[in-house]
């Protein structure tokens, strides 16, 4: 976004005489410099969380989500999970309170579509991330960017804010409904700004 800035300055100058009858004098310059155009860069909006242990496990670790020109990064670390690989989603509160992350709800899906892998003509949830592998020490990564995100914007469809990751047992088969039957939802951490 440009925009142009000016730079007006004002001087008045009035002379006053000090005998009685004497004119009084006003004089107006406006001087108006004008100014390069600057750029006004838009802010990068971020968000970190943290992912807790649910269900018994050790599955923890961090999640970020930075946006910038209407394209969010997704990226997630995990460790402490069993080697293989494992779902991750997008749900619809923010409520990690329950042992069993549940309490979050089901995935994130403000367009009603059908569970799916993401990206996929048949439909997919705006939460349905899909699938990344542990390693042989239980650490996992997981990176995306899309345009289908934002990060605090207002909008119901896109706004990924108040809702949960949540990290799941074993792996989502993209067909299943409601969820994939990815099992027990292993590790939780709120969106929350």
Request: glycine share 12%.
């Amino acid at each position: 976004m440009k925009y142009r800035f000016m730079t007006i300055t004002l001087l008045s100058l009035a002379t006053l005489a000090s005998c009685k009858g004497d004119k009084k004098e006003s004089h107006e310059v406006i001087e108006v410099v004008e100014v390069e155009e600057v750029e006004v860069i838009p802010e990068m909006q971020k968000l970190t969380l943290k992912l807790e242990p649910k269900s018994d496990s050790k599955a923890s670790g961090s999640v970020v989500f930075k946006e910038e020109d209407g394209v969010v990064k997704f990226t997630a670390v995990i460790g402490g999970l069993d080697e293989g690989m494992h779902a991750i989603h997008i749900h619809d509160k923010a409520d990690c309170s329950s042992a069993d992350g549940k309490s979050t709800g089901g995935h994130w899906n403000p367009t009603n579509e059908q569970h799916g892998k993401w990206g996929a003509a048949e439909g997919y949830h705006k939460g349905d991330i899909g699938n990344f592998p542990a390693d042989e020490n239980g650490n996992g990564t997981i990176t995306m960017s899309t345009d289908q995100w934002c990060i605090g914007c207002g909008d119901p469809k896109k706004d990924v804010v108040g809702k949960a990751i949540i990290v799941h047992q074993g792996t989502d088969d993209f067909t299943s409904q409601p969820s994939g039957a990815a099992g027990a939802r292993i590790s939780c951490g709120g969106i929350i700004k």
